[in-house]
């Protein structure tokens, strides 16, 4: 089943998929499987690196949050597109559970996470979504206009019914 947000693009000419690209907005996207992001991450805890995948991700979401302001649109209208965008890009169904402007805070919740999903047939692992970690920090701290971290505080790996992750001012 394609969402709406995907069948908007389409519609509007604003998705192109040709020729080996995957184009949103004219801006270049590669797509993954959930395994390669598992490798991925397996990769970096040997090395004990998992703070990458966190970075990796903030640069994904603070381009996408610079590249849709471009577009003039204003803060509510670019967390749609965000929020759009990243659940159509397999992270998870990402949902705005509170928000405190002033102080700086959010918890973010999200499901059906596949990196977790996957991990939580292990039983072995603690918290694994660094990447989306990233992502929703990067976010935030655009939408802040502050450095913010974001932390995941519950995980579907661990056993909990969906992944939350708690923003906050970096110290």
């Known amino acids: 089943m394609i969402s709406?947000?995907?069948?908007?693009?389409?519609?509007?000419?604003?998705i192109e998929i040709d020729n080996g690209k995957f184009k949103v907005f004219d801006k270049n996207f590669m797509l993954g499987s959930m395994q390669s992001f598992v490798f991925l991450r397996e990769e970096m805890k040997r090395k004990k690196s998992l703070d990458t995948l966190y970075k990796f991700g903030e640069v994904i979401s603070k381009e996408i949050y610079d590249y849709i302001k471009k577009f003039g649109g204003g803060k509510e209208e670019i967390c749609r597109f965000w929020l759009n965008m990243t659940n159509?890009?397999?992270f998870g169904e990402i949902e705005i559970f509170?928000?405190?402007d002033k102080e700086f805070y959010a918890i973010i919740n999200c499901k059906n996470s596949p990196i977790a999903e996957h991990y939580s047939r292990s039983g072995k692992e603690d918290m694994v979504d660094e990447i989306l970690a990233g992502i929703i920090g990067g976010f935030f701290s655009s939408w802040f206009e502050k450095p913010v971290v974001c932390e995941e505080i519950a995980c579907m790996a661990k056993g909990n019914k969906y992944c939350q992750f708690k923003i906050s001012s970096r110290k």
């Open 88 to 90: 159509l890009a397999g």
């Open 98 to 100: 509170e928000v405190k």
């Open 4 to 14: 709406s947000f995907f069948k908007k693009l389409l519609l509007s000419r604003r």
